[in-house]
C-alpha cells in the first residue's frame, strides 16, 4: 500500500501557527514571497544587454531584417511568440524560425543560418537558446550577421562568437536573480528595447499586456516561483484571466478551465501541456501560430488541433510506459542503480515524460532510448532523482556518444546504434559508484503534520497568502497520524481511483487518490492508517468543504 518507504516529515511538532510553521518547515520567510515590484531588477543590470538592444534597435530603424531563433518547447514558443510581437508593433522588418524536435533538434544549428541568411537577415535573435550554439555562431559570423543571444540555460566555460549574450547565468553577469526563464529574460530585453518606440502609459499598458505570455512560459519551464518571478507570474495570470490574445483564450476553453480561477497548477498542468504536444509529436508552428492568433474563429480550430494531439500524447505515453515499465525486471532493480531502457519504435517527443514516469516509479535515475527514424540514430532522454547529477553521468561517458547536453535533473543525448550496450555498461557503472541503495528509497518530503482543527476552508484561505506555488515553494503536503478509515469506494472507469471516508480527531473528512483504485483491496473499515495529502476545496455536490488528495497512505504510525 505505502508508496514511499520514507516519509521526510520538516515539522511533526505541535504549532500555534499553521503558516508559520509551514514557512519555517522550507526555511522561507515573509519576505521571500513577497509580490513586491522592488523585487523586479532594472533590465540593464543584465551583461550585454545594451549593446544588444542598440544592435537590434539600429536594425529596425535601418529596415534591417531580423530573424528570431526560438525553441520547441513552451518557454521557446512564449519568448518567440513575445519578441515577434514587439517587433511587429516597432515595425521591424521580421521573421522567425522554429527546430523541429525530430529533425534539428535542440538549438540553432548551421543549415538554419543558412536558411536566415538566404532570407536576407543581418540579425538573428535567438531565443531560450543559443548559449551553447558554437558552430552556428561561428558561420554566422562569417557571413556578416550578427547574432543576439539571449538565453537563461547554463552556459559552458567558454561563450559562443555572439555579438552579445543576454544570459542572467553568465558567469560575469551581476543580474541579482539568477532563475528568470527564456521568456523572462526576452521580456526584460523588451523592456529596455520598447524605451526607444513607446513612452509613458501605453508603453506601460503594453509591457503589462506581455505578462501572460511571460507568466506562462516561466511556469511551464518549471523556474523557481520565487524572487522576481513571483512577482511576473502573480501579475501574468491576473493578465491571461483578463487576455485579449484569442489564442489563449480558446486555449483555455479546449483545456476545459475557461471559467476557473488561473493558477499555476492550471497552467503547468493543463496549458502548458496542450503547447509543448506541438513540439513532441507535431510542429511548434502550431502552438506559435495560436498565441499569435488574430480571431477566436482561427484560435479555436488551432486549440482543438493540440487539443486532439495532446489526447493522442498521452495514449502514446501510456502505452510506452507500460512497455517501458514491462522491460524492467526485478534482477536489474536488484542489481543496478540506473534504468537504461531502449523501446526503438516509441514516439521520441514523449521518451523524456516515460523517464519521468520512470523515475518516479522505481525511484532511481532513468534512461530511455528510441530510434530517431531517419538519422539512423538512438536518441536518449534523461530524468534523474535527488541527490545524482545526471547530465554529469550523461557527459562522464561522453566517448560513446555523438551529442549530449543537460543538468542535474535531466538530460539528453544520441549515439549510434552499435554504441548503446557500451554507453548502457559505463552509465551503470557511474551510478554505482555514485549512488547507495539508501539514495534509491522512494522518499516523499512532508511540510508538517497538520492538526485535525486545521482541515477546513479557513486553512485554504490562509494558504493562498503563500501563492503562486511552483519550483521553490511547492504546494504544501501535510501529514495526518491516528486516522481510522470508516468508508472505501472505488471511483471512475473501472473503478481506478480510490475514495476513503476518514475519522480523525472526532472529526470526519473525504479523501480521494487517484489511480490507486487496486489498493482497495488491502483497505479495511476500522484499520488505522496514516495520511500524507494535499489539501483542496471540494466542490462535488457544492459542498464547499475540503478533502485530501492523498500522495501516500501508511498503515503503521509515522
Not at 138 to 149: H, K, N, Q, T, Y
Not at 169 to 196: E, H, I, M, W
Not at 235 to 248: C, E, I, N, S, V
Not at 441 to 455: K, M, N, T
Request: proline fraction near 5%; charged fraction near 20%; aromatic fraction near 6%.
Amino acid at each position: 500500500m505505502r508508496r514511499y518507504p520514507v516519509w521526510d516529515i520538516r515539522h511533526s511538532q505541535p504549532y500555534d501557527s499553521l503558516l508559520e510553521a509551514l514557512l519555517a518547515s522550507r526555511g522561507l520567510s515573509w519576505a521571500d514571497l513577497a509580490i513586491d515590484p522592488e523585487n523586479l531588477h532594472p533590465p540593464e543590470l543584465l551583461t550585454d544587454l545594451e549593446r544588444g538592444v542598440a544592435r537590434l534597435e539600429a536594425a529596425i530603424r535601418k529596415g534591417e531584417r531580423i530573424a528570431v531563433f526560438g525553441d520547441y518547447d513552451a518557454d521557446g514558443i512564449t519568448s518567440t511568440a513575445l519578441l515577434l510581437d514587439f517587433l511587429e508593433q516597432a515595425g521591424a522588418d521580421c521573421s522567425y524560425l522554429l527546430p523541429d524536435r525530430h529533425r534539428d533538434g535542440y538549438g540553432i544549428r548551421p543549415a538554419a543560418v543558412q536558411q536566415v541568411a538566404a532570407q536576407g537577415a543581418g540579425v538573428i535573435a535567438t531565443v531560450d537558446n543559443g548559449v551553447s550554439a558554437f558552430e552556428a555562431l561561428e558561420l554566422a559570423r562569417s557571413l556578416g550577421i550578427d547574432v543576439v543571444v539571449i538565453d537563461h540555460h547554463q552556459p559552458q566555460e567558454q561563450l559562443p562568437p555572439a555579438h552579445s549574450l543576454i544570459n542572467p547565468n553568465r558567469r560575469d553577469c551581476a543580474y541579482p536573480f539568477k532563475g528568470l526563464a527564456g521568456v523572462g529574460v526576452t521580456f526584460k530585453v523588451v523592456q529596455a528595447l520598447s524605451q526607444g518606440f513607446m513612452e509613458g502609459d501605453q508603453r506601460r499598458r503594453y509591457l503589462n499586456g506581455l505578462l501572460d505570455l511571460v507568466a506562462l512560459g516561466t511556469v511551464a519551464d518549471v523556474m523557481p516561483v520565487l524572487g522576481e518571478n513571483r512577482v511576473l507570474i502573480h501579475r501574468g495570470l491576473k493578465a491571461m484571466a483578463q487576455t485579449t490574445r484569442p489564442g489563449l483564450r480558446q486555449l483555455k476553453v479546449a483545456a476545459g478551465c475557461g471559467d476557473r480561477p488561473l493558477t499555476t497548477s492550471v497552467v503547468g498542468f493543463q496549458l502548458a501541456p496542450r503547447l509543448n504536444v506541438a513540439g513532441r509529436l507535431a510542429s511548434p508552428e502550431l502552438a506559435l501560430r495560436l498565441l499569435r492568433a488574430k480571431s477566436d474563429s482561427e484560435a479555436m480550430v488551432l486549440a482543438g488541433e493540440l487539443n486532439s494531439l495532446n489526447s493522442r500524447r498521452q495514449q502514446l505515453q501510456r502505452a510506452a510506459f507500460r512497455e517501458a515499465e514491462g522491460l524492467v525486471s526485478p534482477e536489474e532493480l536488484d542489481a543496478e542503480r540506473i534504468l537504461v531502457v531502449l523501446g526503438e519504435t516509441w514516439e521520441l517527443g514523449v521518451i523524456g515524460l516515460i523517464a519521468g514516469k520512470l523515475a518516479e516509479r522505481f525511484a532511481r535515475p532513468a534512461v530511455v532510448c528510441t530510434e530517431a527514424g531517419e538519422q539512423g540514430l538512438y536518441v536518449g532522454s534523461a530524468r534523474s532523482i535527488p541527490g545524482y547529477d545526471i547530465g554529469a553521468a550523461v557527459s562522464a561517458c561522453a566517448t560513446h556518444l555523438t551529442t549530449y547536453g543537460g543538468h542535474s535533473g535531466a538530460a539528453g543525448f544520441s549515439l549510434a546504434p552499435a554504441a548503446f550496450e557500451s554507453f548502457r555498461a559505463a552509465l551503470i557503472d557511474h551510478a554505482q559508484a555514485h549512488l547507495s541503495a539508501e539514495d534509491l528509497q522512494a522518499r516523499l518530503q512532508v511540510d508538517l503534520v497538520i492538526q485535525p482543527r486545521d482541515l477546513g476552508l479557513q486553512t485554504l484561505e490562509a494558504l493562498s497568502r503563500l501563492e503562486p506555488f511552483g519550483n521553490g515553494n511547492q504546494a504544501p503536503v501535510f501529514a495526518l497520524r491516528d486516522c481510522r478509515l470508516k468508508r472505501c469506494d472505488r471511483i471512475g472507469k473501472e473503478g481506478a481511483h480510490l475514495k476513503l471516508g476518514l475519522e480523525v480527531g472526532g472529526q470526519s473528512c473525504t479523501a480521494v487518490w487517484w489511480n490507486q483504485g487496486e489498493v482497495a483491496a488491502q483497505l479495511g473499515v476500522g484499520q488505522p492508517l496514516a495520511a500524507a495529502f494535499e489539501l483542496e476545496e471540494d466542490t462535488y455536490a457544492g459542498r464547499g468543504g475540503v478533502q485530501l488528495v492523498l500522495k501516500d497512505l501508511s498503515p503503521s504510525p509515522i
